[in-house]
T-cell receptor, first 116, second 113 residues
């Protein structure tokens, strides 16, 4: 009965590699997000998709590319990984477009990425 | 730009004592306000939120928060701390015309036996 799930939970890889993190939600939400939590636990939004349409794209290196095959999935692909990409990445989802609504975001368990 | 300030990066309380976590926002327009909790090695879980209406909001696990517009604050309290309350707590804001949830830096709560 997991609401927002992410795979893998842990990811250890070498610099320069390309990796993907997958996110799936079974809440029937149509908006999904990716957040990055750094080593000081600061959380910052990276991307958001609504019904497969990109609606938020913060200042993120273009090595990061989100992909939404359908509204229940939002994957994050990272090219040419760097040491500074080490962080915990959280996926989240909400019921509908947040603008003008009071709906809450629900978070996944996180993916801890370590770049060596 | 909106910002959220959580006063105190670490709070240590004794079991049974009051927990008080402070959150202030900086804007002239009151945002929607949220408190999330993150237990070790887990994702974020919503404790409570304020959107409109009653300014005292009750959440899960005995937590509550009061929105004070005059003080631009949304402090989180729990009358009696339990060992299971040890976690990271995040205050967050969102404006009604925005998609983004902006988080404070977080407060780590430790509970002493």
């Amino acid at each position: 009965d997991t609401a927002v799930s992410q795979t893998p939970k842990y990811l250890v890889t070498q610099m320069g590699n390309d990796k993907s993190i997958k996110c799936e939600q079974n809440l029937g939400h149509d908006t999904m997000y990716w957040y990055k939590q750094d080593s000081k636990k600061f959380l910052k939004i990276m991307f958001s998709y609504n019904n497969k349409e990109l609606i938020i794209n913060e200042t993120v290196p273009n090595r990061f590319s989100p992909k939404s095959p359908d509204k229940a999935h939002l994957n994050l692909h990272i090219n040419s990984l760097e040491l500074g990409d080490s962080a915990v990445y959280f996926c989240a989802s909400s019921h509908k477009r947040l603008a003008g609504s009071t709906d809450t975001q629900y978070f996944g368990p996180g993916t801890r990425l370590t770049v060596l | 730009a909106q910002s959220v300030t959580q006063l105190g990066s670490h709070v240590s309380v004794s079991e049974g004592a009051l927990v008080l976590l402070r959150c202030n926002y900086s804007s002239s327009v009151p945002p929607y306000l949220f408190w999330y909790v993150q237990y070790p090695n887990q994702g974020l879980q919503l404790l409570l939120k304020y959107t409109t209406g009653a300014t005292l909001v009750k959440g899960i696990n005995g937590f509550e928060a009061e929105f004070k517009k005059s003080e631009t604050s949304f402090h989180l309290t729990k009358p009696s701390a339990h060992m299971s309350d040890a976690a990271e707590y995040f205050c967050a804001v969102r404006y009604s015309n925005d998609y983004k949830l902006s988080f404070g830096a977080g407060t780590t709560v430790t509970v002493r036996a």
